[in-house]
């Protein structure tokens, strides 16, 4: 599955705002350490940026296919450390490594249309059958720790964790939410420029086209024929003129 997910940016950004007493991350790509050919979200940027952090809440903006489980759970436990307020927003994706970051966090915002998934650990081994076999070993003890960390969120058991990673499942943002792994799910319902709010705005719609629909509906009536009258003829030529 790990080729299905698309590429996604790497961004990396570290702000505070001093409106609201906030500290905002931007976590965006793949999680690991970087190399000559590519940029990612390692635990060592984590850990730098954070020692920075003044402000009584840190906000992460989380949007990643997930990478090296590593990384992963040492990014996890540095915000586990911390005495600030931790908030994850995921904006789009939390798969993999990246949702066991988000665990990590005081409560888990999932936006409109975004999704998480969560898997066992995978890797890829070569050797004779002992190599294999350690690899296989290392895969089910980083599959344990997970399942503890996922089960600490969401009260599950471990076993209805272990059946959610074999079957590696995908959840929307309201069934993230349903299942434990999040904790809202937050739409936009920020005012226009205008000022109006979108249920205001639908209000003045459903308005405007039922009086359009009532005035085609009047249009569409046969006007009535004038009433009959009982005339000389020489008063129905005056009228004809």
């Known amino acids: 599955m790990k080729n299905k997910i698309q590429h996604i940016p790497y961004q990396f950004s570290n702000a505070v705002n001093p409106e609201n007493d906030e500290h905002e991350m931007v976590l965006s790509g793949y999680i690991g350490s970087s190399s000559w050919w590519y940029d990612a979200i390692s635990a060592e940027s984590v850990r730098s940026a954070l020692k920075e952090v003044r402000a009584s809440t840190v906000k992460i903006k989380l949007n990643s296919g997930g990478g090296d489980a590593d990384q992963g759970v040492e990014i996890y436990n540095y915000l586990k450390d911390l005495d600030k307020k931790v908030i994850v927003e995921v904006t789009s994706l939390a798969a993999s490594a990246a949702s066991i970051i988000a665990m990590a966090a005081d409560e888990i915002v999932m936006r409109t249309g975004s999704r998480m998934m969560i898997h066992e650990a995978s890797t890829i081994a070569y050797g004779n059958k ?14 344990e720790s997970i399942v503890s960390i996922y089960q600490q969120k969401t009260g599950k058991s471990r076993e209805e964790i272990t059946d959610l990673l074999e079957a590696e499942t995908w959840f929307t943002a309201e069934q993230a939410v349903q299942e434990g792994f999040a904790d809202k799910v937050e739409f936009d319902n920020r005012e226009s420029d205008s000022g109006i709010t979108d249920e205001q705005l639908e209000q003045i719609i459903n308005r405007v086209t039922n009086n359009l629909q009532q005035n085609m509906n009047l249009s569409n009536k046969p006007n009535p024929e004038p009433p009959h009258l009982q005339v000389e003829g020489n008063q129905k030529r005056k009228r004809f003129f």
């Open 130 to 143: 002992q190599d294999i076999q350690k690899t296989l070993n290392a895969l089910e003890a980083y599959d």
